[in-house]
């Protein structure tokens, strides 16, 4: 059974950081994408970063290049995503997305390309 479980969300002021986890359990690690996803209050869930886990490869959404990075610990079966520069509008609820096959484009784009999700963890950022 897959299991995927975020950590490390919180409050925090503009400009700040954040290092989101998520730990998978009962996955094959390599040859899917894994993912970020957000889901802000009345609206739908975004595509944020994903990871080619074969090769390490990531792809971001253009709203958080340059502010957020995607990686990977394989020893330790667990995805992070460090957010620097945190804005306002990064507010939402993080999901962590395995097994997606589409390619980077379509794993970014379509929630509906992943097979697993974890249980989400908030972000707040505010002044």
């Known amino acids: 059974q897959v299991q995927l479980v975020e950590s490390g969300g919180g409050s925090v002021q503009p400009g700040g950081s954040l290092r989101l986890s998520c730990a998978a359990s009962g996955y094959t690690y390599s040859g899917y994408y894994m993912g970020w996803f957000r889901q802000a209050p009345g609206k739908e869930r975004e595509g944020v970063a994903v990871?080619?886990?074969?090769?390490?490869?990531?792809y971001y959404a253009d709203s958080v290049k340059g502010r957020f990075t995607i990686s990977q610990d394989n020893a330790k079966n667990t995805l992070y995503l460090q957010m620097n520069s945190l804005k306002p509008q990064d507010t939402a609820l993080y999901y962590c997305?395995?097994?997606?096959?589409?390619?980077?484009?379509?794993?970014?784009?379509?929630?509906?390309?992943?097979?697993?999700w974890g249980q989400g963890t908030q972000v707040t950022v505010s002044s």
């Open positions: 997305a395995a097994g997606c096959d589409r390619g980077h484009m379509g794993c970014l784009r379509d929630p509906k390309a992943w097979g697993y």
């Open positions: 990871i080619y886990t074969g090769a390490g490869s990531t």
